[in-house]
């Protein structure tokens, strides 16, 4: 990150690639191998195609900024010898290559978790995920009104 800000990166840049990077890095240990190194150009794609728009609850900035921001990592891992030049090469192809489809994929809400569907469904409400009441009120409401096109069917 200290590469970033010295290059001029400002700080909602800088929270963005925290945030995405964290994200990578969870997809890579807890649902792709559990090894934090090892990447390939067919991981990324994984995470930009699958785990991103099924898990990651992100607002239209975050997703245009995304594969930037894997760009630039993979820039920092090439740097820094955590990946070959061949493999980070790879892997900045397969991002450019895939941009458009992952635009789509990060926005259709069929492609949506459990998860990701509520936390999206109460930031479309408006509601403030720190407040428990808006929270308890915002899943009631919804429960009901599963349970009553549930009863109706």
Same mark, same amino acid.
């Given at each position: 990150m200290l590469a970033q800000k010295s290059? &001029? !990166?400002? +700080?909602?840049? =800088? ?18 191998? &559990?090894?934090? $190194? &090892?990447?390939s150009a067919a991981l990324v794609e994984?995470?930009? =195609? +699958?785990?991103?728009?099924?898990? @990651?609850?992100?607002?239209?900035? =975050?997703? *245009?900024?995304?594969? #930037? ?5 993979? +820039? ?6 955590? @990946?070959?030049? !061949? ?25 949506? &978790? ?10 479309? *409400? $408006?509601? +403030? ?5 808006? @929270?308890?009120?915002? =899943?009631?409401?919804?429960?009901? $009104?599963?349970?009553?096109? #549930?009863?109706?069917?």
């Amino acid at each position: 990150m200290l590469a970033q800000k010295s290059a &001029g !990166r400002d +700080d909602d840049w =800088l929270a963005a690639a925290e945030f995405c990077c964290d994200n990578l890095s969870e997809f890579k240990i807890n649902y792709a191998d &559990g090894r934090a $190194g &090892g990447w390939s150009a067919a991981l990324v794609e994984e995470y930009l =195609l +699958d785990y991103f728009p099924r898990k @990651v609850s992100a607002d239209e900035d =975050l997703i *245009a900024k995304t594969p #930037e921001l894997l760009t630039a990592f993979f +820039d920092w891992a090439e740097r820094s010898q955590l @990946v070959g030049k !061949r493999t980070a090469d790879e892997i900045r192809k397969r991002i450019k290559s895939i941009r458009k489809r992952f635009d789509a994929a990060a926005r259709d809400p069929g492609n949506f &978790g459990m998860a990701k569907s509520l936390v999206m469904g109460m930031r479309d *409400a $408006g509601i +403030d995920i720190t407040k428990q009441k808006d @929270v308890d009120s915002y =899943l009631k409401t919804r429960n009901t $009104g599963i349970a009553a096109r #549930e009863r109706d069917w």
